[in-house]
C-alpha cells in the first residue's frame, strides 16, 4: 500500500477520477496483471482518504470496460482475458495455442512408467496393471501455470519414458513412431480441485476446473493415448458450434 500514490485533496481533477487514473496505472503492475487481487476497498479507500462510494464509482467504471472484475468473497482483480478452444476439430494443444499466436511453454515435465489404473486399462483396451509410460506436463504462457496434462500411452506404440517430450506430442508420434492420430473421443466437464491438481496449478483445493478426458485413436481406430487435461477455468473456455438439422 506505501508504494500506491496518494490522491490530490487539492487538485481540480474530481477524487474519483483521480482514483480511476490511479486504478488504470495499478492494473499495469505485473503482480496485478496477472490475477493477484487488488488491496480490499476499505484499505484503498483509508490510504486515499475517500468514501467507498467514491472508489466504488470508480472502480464500477473499469468494471464497465472488461479491466476489472469483482468476485463475491474473493475481491477485485484484472479481469484474465480467456483462451476459447475450438471443439469442432481437434489437433495438439501446442499446435492449437500457436494457431492463436500463443506459446506455450512447460513449467514442469516428467515422464515414467506405472502400473494402468482401472480406468487407464479401459481406455486404452489393455489389461489392468500393465505397464504403460505416463506423462505429466504443467504449461503456461509465463510461470504461472495454467493447465496440466496427464498422457498414457498405449504399448504397442513403442513409446519410452526417455522421449523427447520437448516436441509437439503428435509430431512425436507420427516421425518417430510411425503413428498418426486421427481420432479424438472427448469428455468434458466441470471439477473442483483435488489437493494433487491444486498444487500443481497453484491455485486453492475445491477450486473449479475444466476437465477434458482424451482417447485418441488411430486410422484403424486403435487407441493411441488416453489423455487428461485439467485447465484452469479462469483462462480458458470451450466453443463448439453445432448445426441444426432440417
Known sequence: MS???LLDHNSKV???????????????HPDFSKGEIFPKETELARHWGISRNTLRQAISILVSENLLE???????????????TNLNNWMSFTREMEDMG????????????????????KALQIEEGERVVCLQRTRSTDENPMVYFESYFHPRTGISEHENFEKPLYELLDR?????????????????????????????????LLERKRIVLDRARQPVE????????????YSIEIKRSI
Open 70 to 84: 469483482r468476485k463475491k468473497r474473493i475481491g477485485t482483480r484484472v479481469t484474465q482475458h480467456r483462451i476459447t
Open 226 to 237: 488416453y489423455n487428461l487435461g485439467y485447465y484452469r477455468n479462469d483462462w480458458f473456455t
Open 3 to 5: 508504494k500506491i500514490p
Open 176 to 208: 518417430d513412431h510411425n503413428i498418426v492420430p486421427v481420432y479424438s473421443q472427448e469428455e468434458l466437464r466441470a471439477i473442483a480441485a483435488t489437493a494433487k491438481i491444486a498444487a500443481l496449478l497453484k491455485i486453492e483445493k475445491g477450486q473449479p
Open 102 to 121: 500463443l506459446v506455450f511453454k512447460n513449467l514442469i515435465i516428467k515422464a515414467h512408467k506405472i502400473q494402468a489404473t482401472v480406468d487407464v486399462a
Open 14 to 28: 474530481p477524487l474519483h477520477k483521480q482514483a480511476e487514473e490511479q486504478l488504470r496505472e495499478l492494473i499495469k
